[in-house]
């Protein structure tokens, strides 16, 4: 658990506070024993407790586009062939009706979710992946720091035996436990942009 002290149960006693949650705290699955350097809190020392408390929820940071986006889930994870179970492809544009991606709503922030993935890989999948035959790839860091944006992150287009064919840039926001993306429409079909179930 995260804070100054550690919420626990001594055994049978009463719920107490016995102790920081630092470095010297030893954790084992749902039990712990606290060890305590000499300038610590000495209570509950040497005893095993059960932990009562939670970690707090992540914050979030207040930028707009943390709370405002548009999800995208339906078949491109980087692991996703060319064509899914119909036998369909897709691309990231309304300009072709017939190959609309069906989670794509036009320009504006996404956030990757359910199967398609958590975020975008920063190496390529290959071509012919994510549901589409230009496999769209982001080509620099996220952003490390909760808040932060890059406003012009590069994202490429893997085909045939160039791994950057075609490269648009986009906006990335570190949201803290996800990121989002200012996406623009891809230039063609079957372009797309990939997802990957790699952590944060």
Request: proline letters at 7%.
């Amino acid at each position: 658990c995260k804070g100054d002290f550690l919420m626990v149960k001594l055994g049978k006693a009463k719920t107490k506070y016995c102790g920081t949650s630092g470095p010297d705290v030893v954790t084992t699955r749902k039990k712990f024993q606290l060890l305590f350097s000499s300038n610590k809190k000495k209570e509950g020392a040497g005893v095993e407790c059960t932990v009562q408390c939670n970690d707090p929820a992540p914050v979030i940071p207040n930028n707009p586009e943390c709370s405002k986006y548009n999800n995208l889930t339906y078949f491109r994870n980087e692991n996703d062939g060319r064509y899914d179970e119909n036998g369909k492809l897709y691309c990231d544009t309304l300009d072709n009706p017939m190959f609309v991606s069906p989670d794509w709503q036009g320009e504006g922030w996404y956030r990757f979710t359910g199967a398609s993935g958590h975020r975008m890989p920063t190496i390529t999948p290959g071509e012919k992946h994510c549901g589409a035959s230009f496999a769209g790839w982001l080509a620099v860091p996220h952003p490390q720091m909760p808040g932060d944006t890059v406003p012009a992150a590069k994202v490429c287009f893997h085909w045939g035996n160039k791994q950057c064919f075609y490269s648009l840039e986009v906006a990335v926001t570190n949201c803290n436990k996800y990121f989002v993306y200012e996406l623009k429409q891809t230039p063609w079909c079957n372009a797309r942009y990939c997802a990957t179930n790699d952590s944060i």
